[in-house]
């Protein structure tokens, strides 16, 4: 003794409309800051932490150069950069390790979007970093993120997602 069909139309609705809502919420709360550079119709970019500012370095001796700063977990402060270095004949990985602003502690090859890389961790007087070099063909993107040395293994996740965040276009 069937009663016909039973209809799921409202319970979905409800179930899609909660959903929609909740993929938001995660979205504004958690989706990455990206900066995009442009070099003369070429790209690269790099996806930030939430929530993370960036914007022109003012370097005169690298126009390229951009400065990102933003939380980390648990609050911690954090600061980023990245440029675009032009070559001729690349001598690798030297030509990473001279364009540099400190010596490297760790390096070693890998490959990021299916292009050549080089990541390397340094440190300066209170902040630790950790960054990649990936060949674009005529240039070489840099991109690190860091914070203090205390917070440095805490965040080390975070800053892993960003290196291989780094994509670049000729």
Same mark, same amino acid.
């Given at each position: 003794?069937? @009663?016909?069909?039973?209809? /799921?139309?409202?319970?979905?609705? +409800?179930?899609?409309?909660?959903?929609?809502?909740? &993929?938001?919420?995660?979205?504004?709360?958690?989706?990455?800051? %990206?900066?995009?550079?442009?070099? &003369? &119709?070429?790209?690269?970019?790099?996806?930030?932490?939430?929530?993370?500012?960036? &914007?022109?370095?003012?370097?005169?001796?690298?126009?390229? *150069?951009? /400065?990102?700063?933003?939380?980390?977990?648990?609050?911690?402060?954090?600061?980023?950069?990245?440029?675009? %270095? =032009?070559?001729?004949?690349?001598?690798?990985?030297? /030509?990473?390790?001279?364009?540099?602003?400190?010596?490297?502690?760790?390096?070693?090859?890998? @490959?990021?979007?299916?292009?050549?890389?080089?990541?390397?961790?340094?440190?300066? *007087? @209170?902040? =630790?970093?950790?960054?990649?070099?990936?060949?674009?063909?005529?240039?070489?993107?840099?991109? #690190?993120?860091?914070?203090? *040395? #205390?917070?440095?293994?805490?965040? =080390? @996740?975070?800053?892993?997602?960003?290196?291989?965040? +780094?994509?670049?276009? =000729?």
């Amino acid at each position: 003794m069937s @009663e016909g069909p039973v209809s /799921f139309g409202k319970p979905v609705l +409800i179930l899609v409309v909660l959903g929609c809502i909740g &993929g938001g919420y995660y979205a504004v709360t958690h989706w990455p800051s %990206v900066y995009e550079g442009t070099d &003369g &119709g070429s790209t690269w970019k790099a996806s930030f932490p939430h929530d993370w500012e960036t &914007g022109p370095a003012n370097d005169p001796t690298n126009p390229t *150069k951009v /400065f990102a700063k933003g939380p980390l977990l648990d609050e911690v402060p954090g600061v980023g950069w990245g440029m675009l %270095v =032009r070559h001729g004949t690349l001598d690798w990985p030297n /030509f990473v390790i001279n364009n540099l602003p400190a010596t490297p502690d760790v390096g070693l090859d890998d @490959e990021i979007d299916h292009k050549k890389a080089w990541k390397f961790e340094y440190e300066d *007087k @209170e902040s =630790r970093f950790m960054g990649a070099a990936v060949q674009r063909g005529d240039a070489v993107v840099f991109c #690190a993120i860091g914070c203090s *040395k #205390a917070n440095y293994q805490a965040n =080390r @996740e975070t800053f892993e997602k960003f290196v291989r965040s +780094i994509r670049c276009s =000729r």
